[in-house]
């Protein structure tokens, strides 16, 4: 009998380049281990955050039930009531929030947090389809195959600033960003996957007054960000208001495998949230929440995130970066962004001789994993513009001799085209 699809099982079923992105990660990962993985967003292990993590499983073992409660109950569909209560009291208290329990949801990771909230308030609704904005193009590879509507996503091209000779960042485009009426919401990530780039918050601000004025929400993705994993290597200010939905997630704390994304957000898509949760999931992970809990409580977890996981990625940003410069100096035309956080370096070589993909597709020959950039400019639809097709996107969280390895043989590929 052929598999015969429907529309949503093509669009998930087929290629994509979240789908190429984790199997390649899991390849290195778990089936050659001879691959340089400097592709995937999966967290450096941090030995002494590792030792925390241990300390509080040798602590849920040692209280009682706890451990066999974690692992034998359903919590809500909306997350863990300890966990919501503890995550409240502590970003009210850090921020002057205002937040309750009711503004919460905990889902099966951020990835399952944006399929469902995309296509919550975008897609088809009555005679209409609407829209999510990403003001900024490249935005996270993960978001591109996850609107149900294939024209879900819409965006604009930066504005590059250049920083001498070597380094750029991108702007928003404020002169050129119009709202169209079919817009449901703005969404960002901040910091962004895949670039390092953070959003000042002065255009935070700016983001913010123009969702609020047209009545559509603004998203933020803060799954490097502050206040915790605080893989962010500016000062800002995270904010929240009725019209913000902010997402967080426990990944790059250093656990990843527990599955926890969350969402904060006002009590009416906190409510359709946590329905959406209960038909698709039932309920989520427990034990990241179990873990996260008494540090949220004791300011552990920001102690950690600002003291440990943010110094540690900014000296890797810091050395990956200058073994890159060094690798391709008087060798090749490139720009290498800003590394203003996340676990990235974003590459671009000008006038690159090949497309990114076909580079990604010889680099893997050399047993180099890295990210092609044109998957991350899935929303402008607009192939004109080569500087999509000339970037890559290089993680730095994997051991020195990793990286230091992987840049020696992109150098040595990129300058032999």
């Not at 009531?81 to 208290?93: G, R, T, Y």
């Not at 000062?235 to 969402?263: A, C, M």
């Amino acid at each position: 009998m052929n598999l015969s699809l429907s529309d949503f099982g093509r669009k998930l079923g087929g290629h994509s380049g979240i789908n190429e992105l984790m199997s390649d990660l899991g390849e290195a990962m778990a089936i050659n281990p001879k691959l340089l993985m400097m592709g995937g967003g999966n967290p450096a292990r941090i030995p002494a955050v590792e030792k925390i993590w241990r300390e509080r499983m040798k602590e849920l073992l040692a209280t009682g039930d706890t451990f066999e409660r974690v692992l034998a109950n359903y919590d809500q569909p909306r997350g863990s009531p300890d966990f919501i209560n503890a995550l409240v009291e502590c970003l009210n208290a850090r921020f002057g929030w205002k937040l309750t329990k009711k503004n919460v949801c905990v889902t099966n990771g951020s990835q399952n947090s944006f399929f469902f909230l995309f296509n919550m308030l975008a897609g088809a609704s009555g005679n209409s389809r609407r829209k999510i904005l990403l003001p900024l193009s490249p935005e996270y590879i993960g978001y591109a195959e996850q609107g149900i509507d294939p024209t879900m996503f819409v965006s604009f091209r930066p504005k590059i600033e250049m920083h001498g000779d070597h380094e750029f960042k991108y702007r928003i485009d404020f002169d050129a960003l119009k709202i169209s009426d079919d817009v449901a919401a703005i969404c960002v990530s901040r910091p962004t996957n895949p670039t390092g780039n953070v959003l000042t918050d002065s255009e935070m601000q700016r983001l913010s007054a123009m969702a609020k004025e047209r009545g559509i929400f603004l998203m933020v993705d803060n799954a490097y960000g502050a206040p915790f994993p605080d893989i962010i290597f500016s000062d800002i200010e995270p904010f929240w208001d009725e019209h913000v939905i902010l997402t967080l997630s426990l990944s790059k704390l250093g656990l990843p495998g527990t599955r926890n994304g969350i969402v904060i957000a006002r009590e009416d898509v906190i409510e359709a949230l946590s329905a959406v949760n209960a038909i698709v999931s039932l309920a989520n992970g427990n034990l990241g929440q179990a873990l996260v809990t008494p540090l949220l409580r004791n300011g552990e977890l920001l102690r950690m995130s600002k003291e440990i996981i943010r110094p540690f990625y900014e000296a890797k940003s810091r050395q990956a970066n200058a073994w890159l410069r060094e690798a391709l100096d008087d060798r090749v035309d490139f720009k290498v962004h800003a590394s203003e956080g996340a676990l990235f370096l974003w590459l671009w070589l000008p006038g690159l001789k090949i497309s990114s993909q076909e580079l990604y597709r010889l680099l893997k020959s050399r047993n180099l994993l890295v990210v092609s950039g044109h998957y991350s400019f899935y929303a402008l639809r607009d192939e004109s513009w080569r500087h999509q097709h000339e970037c890559l996107r290089l993680t730095y969280s994997q051991p020195e001799p990793v990286v230091r390895e992987g840049i020696r043989v992109l150098a040595d590929v990129v300058t032999g085209l």
